[in-house]
């Protein structure tokens, strides 16, 4: 048996009809880009999350830079996140003209440790950007409180994050603003590249509807200084057909969750740490060993393929060694990226082959 770490081959052979329509029906419209496939996913994946506004994109990392822009977020402006995130998280901001700042995580959830964040506020910091990793939020109570004595704002980044919640809030309604990736990976992906910027002000969502497009609100006239940041009907169609099925996705992703805790509680792993403030959405399974790269090569052995989300933090990769930071910084952080890996884990993976991956491990372990 091989278990990748992740395929939608599946997912497309189950639905291929109803994909392959998804497409033909924008192709057959005429409207290809800023149609009403697009509006229609805004209408629906707003009201699903429970914003008032939404903002389609071209991909999640563009919705970061620019609803930092929507913010008023630039040049010499520090932002607050850590360092255990996606490079995109950390690129957006070094994108706006912005300092990236890190905190570190909490050494059991992964998260950003709101406990940290009051130390790293500077008078030029402007806004904190909590990034729900893994599939579970933030502990955002606190950091309300730290943002609001600031006087910051909060930007979302909801990229793993979708359907998760925080004391019966959807992630990415809580912030000022807030974005996610629709790349195929994610809990809610598509069949190539999109994202999403949700908010509840009406001024935020004509200003990123500018900055998605050029900076303008009628074609050909710039009221301001944009960029081209469109979400395409072919993905929306696609997000579309997909997105009533969200829960689903979820419950089955908690589903396997509840198979690898059953399987695996009696081993030496230290399995994924669920807070009780929300409800995980499991978009990664992160178990963490101190033998964690022997793990990994034995289990590809056995043609199972883990990964590692992430394997440098950002502040000791080259391309970020001008942010001044060290080795040593964030030891939390640099303590996980050594000794955690990722199990397979998306909603087509059957029980049979999730038992498979417990049976190989409980036999790497007790080697
Ligand atoms: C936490 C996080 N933020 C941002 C992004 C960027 O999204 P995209 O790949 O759609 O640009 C990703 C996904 O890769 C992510 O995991």
């Not at 883990?306 to 391309?319: E, K, L, R, V």
């Not at 970020?320 to 884990?345: C, H, N, R, V, W």
Request: proline share 4%.
């Amino acid at each position: 048996m091989e278990v990748k770490v992740w395929s939608y081959l599946k997912e497309y052979e189950t639905n291929k009809e109803e994909i392959i329509k998804a497409i033909t029906d924008v192709l057959e419209s005429g409207v290809l880009i800023l149609g009403e496939k697009g509006r229609e996913l805004e209408r629906q994946y707003s009201k699903y999350i429970g914003t008032k506004y939404a903002v389609g994109c071209d991909n999640g990392t563009n919705a970061i830079v620019l609803a930092l822009r929507a913010l008023g977020v630039g040049e010499g402006d520090e932002v607050i996140t850590v360092s255990n995130t996606a490079i995109p998280t950390v690129s957006a901001i070094v994108t706006t003209g912005a300092i990236p700042v890190f905190v570190d995580i909490n050494p059991r959830t992964y998260l950003m440790d709101v406990t940290k964040l009051e130390a790293a506020i500077t008078p030029k910091t402007k806004c904190i950007v909590p990034v729900h990793i893994f599939g579970q939020c933030v502990d955002m109570d606190p950091l309300f409180e730290v943002a609001k004595k600031h006087n910051l704002f909060v930007l979302e980044d909801v990229a793993q994050a979708q359907g998760a919640e925080y004391k019966g809030k959807k992630a990415g309604s809580m912030g000022n603003i807030s974005t996610t990736s629709f790349y195929p990976t994610k809990i809610l992906g598509t069949y190539g590249d999109g994202g999403m910027v949700n908010m509840n002000s009406k001024e935020l969502h004509d200003k990123m509807k500018r900055l998605r497009f050029y900076g303008a609100e009628t074609t050909y006239y710039a009221q301001e200084q944009g960029y081209n940041s469109r979400l395409d009907e072919i993905h929306a169609s696609i997000l579309l057909t997909k997105l009533p099925h969200i829960e689903e996705y979820i419950n089955r992703r908690r589903e396997i969750a509840a198979i690898y805790d059953r399987e695996l509680a009696d081993t030496s792993l230290i399995l994924p740490f669920v807070e009780d403030y929300g409800k995980h959405a499991y978009y990664l399974y992160v178990i963490r060993h101190q033998k964690r790269d022997e793990i990994i090569t034995k289990l590809k052995e056995n043609n199972i393929f883990a990964n590692i989300s992430y394997p440098w933090p950002i502040h000791t990769m080259t391309g970020y060694q001008y942010l001044g930071y060290k080795e040593g910084d964030f030891p939390e952080t640099e303590a996980a990226a050594k000794e955690i890996l990722s199990l397979p884990m998306y909603p087509t993976l059957s029980n049979e082959e999730v038992m498979y991956v417990c049976e190989v491990i409980h036999k790497i372990l007790n080697e």
